[in-house]
T-cell receptor
Framework: DAGITQSPRHKVTETGTPVTLRCHQT?????MYWYRQDPGHGLRLIHYSYGVKDTDKGEVSDGYSVSRSKTEDFLLTLESATSSQTSVYFCAISESGTGRIGYTFGSGTRLTVV | GENVEQHPSTLSVQEGDSAVIKCTYS??????FPWYKQELGKRPQLIIDIRSNVGEKKDQRIAVTLNKTAKHFSLHITETQPEDSAVYFCAASKGAGGTSYGKLTFGQGTILTVHP
């Protein structure tokens, strides 16, 4: 498809449990991003990565951590899920290095915290 | 950091009419402005983009204009069709260089409904 896949597509979890979302790309792009989408807020950046083991925080990073041990995988972890983290999570990749910075998004993960 | 405001939040038009969505940004260093279309239950997809050295760009029925002085940019859709119904997002970026890392800041989105 678009060279980027997210798993799982849907997840329901209980408050207080840890959750890990996976983003996998086959494009060998350097830059990867995690966003959350909520009504009225658009897409907000959680964390991003500019290389293997190189990550940084976005505007809504509290309660989230990330890891990137391989170019193709970018993991988002909710250490202890809360109801406020119920959202749709999108991963995105970008070539960036060539000057093209338009994103390609994954299909999203709908997370419900009960 | 960058702040992007998008208006209107909802827009309803008749088929064949034009639709205009407007965005303002706060950081004068931003130099790349893409627009994304998101159909219900789908991923956002890039439909058009513009860089700060260009004032206008067209692609068939879609056009984007940029006013750097006023720090605003707009999406224009002409001859709207029901399949144009979707959520549209504007975004801004300072590019891939330095510590920008190609990050995009998005507007809040506009729900466009085109009535047959």
């Amino acid at each position: 498809d678009a060279g980027i896949t997210q798993s799982p597509r849907h997840k329901v979890t209980e408050t207080g449990t840890p959750v890990t979302l996976r983003c996998h790309q086959t494009e060998n792009h350097r830059y990867m991003y995690w966003y959350r989408q909520d009504p009225g807020h658009g897409l907000r950046l959680i964390h991003y990565s500019y290389g293997v083991k190189d990550t940084d925080k976005g505007e809504v990073s509290d309660g989230y951590s990330v890891s990137r041990s391989k170019t193709e995988d970018f993991l988002l972890t909710l250490e202890s899920a809360t109801s406020s983290q119920t959202s749709v999570y999108f991963c995105a990749i970008s070539e960036s290095g060539t000057g093209r910075i338009g994103y390609t998004f994954g299909s999203g993960t709908r997370l419900t915290v009960v | 950091g960058e702040n992007v405001e998008q208006h209107p939040s909802t827009l309803s038009v008749q088929e064949g009419d034009s639709a205009v969505i407007k965005c303002t940004y706060s950081d004068s260093a931003s130099n790349y402005f893409p627009w994304y279309k998101q159909e219900l239950g789908k991923r956002p997809q890039l439909i058009i983009d513009i860089r700060s050295n260009v004032g206008e760009k067209k692609d068939q029925r879609i056009a984007v204009t940029l006013n750097k002085t006023a720090k605003h940019f707009s999406l224009h859709i002409t001859e709207t069709q029901p399949e144009d119904s979707a959520v549209y997002f504007c975004a801004a970026s300072k590019g891939a260089g330095g510590t920008s890392y190609g990050k995009l800041t998005f507007g809040q989105g506009t729900i466009l409904t085109v009535h047959p």
